[in-house]
């Protein structure tokens, strides 16, 4: 079935990972702005410099920029549906997002906020690291690779952390987080499209909270 949703919630909430769960098991296409700009910067490109500096900040880039972005991958692909992850992170993204969704013929299904609390965060994000190849997600401390720098998943040995994966950076994210986004959080609910899931419980926990949400919608609709 066409569904279509947001993830909502601050670094390290689980939206990567959910999202991840979410397009192996209903075939659904992630959209996550955060992985846009990283493979912009990679690439070496002039746009990939200039938000590169921005990015290790913890601070926003430009809403232009993301909402090209975003625009880009929605006019160049037909999924059954996609995953927003990480965007919108502001009111104007937002809006862009309705409007462009609009103008494709489909709309946002379910806007899911996925809460956790600060303290929490900061461990899950700093002892984060990734697949460079595949994007699995790992963590020292609670989920660290079966070999010891071998992705569990591929095999392969490009295990990364983020730039920004440290806690003077994931300072400016938060507040970034409380200044810019969580304002989302009550614009999407005037608009009975918000569901809040405890990003806190275990993994496959989360999953089902998810599932149980898009199942609810799917029925109401
Ligand atoms: P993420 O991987 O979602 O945590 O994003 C990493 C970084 O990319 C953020 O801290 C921002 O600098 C930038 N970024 C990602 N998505 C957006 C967005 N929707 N709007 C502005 N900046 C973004």
Redesign the pocket.
Known sequence: MAINIILLGP?GAGK?TQARRLEEGRGLVQL????M??AARSSGTEMGKRVAE??DK????T?EI?IGLIREKLEGGDAAGFIF??????LP?ADALGKLMEGMGRKIDAVIEMRVDDEALVARITGRYTCGNCGEVYHDDTKPTKVAGVCDVCGSTDLRRRA?DNEESLKT?LL?YYKKTSPLIGYYYALHMLSTVDGLAEMDEVSAAITAVLDKRASNS
């Open positions: 670094p990567g996550s702005t955060g992985d700009l990283r921005v990015m913890g601070q926003l880039v809403d993301v992850d990480g965007f919108p992170r502001t993204q920004d994210r970034e």
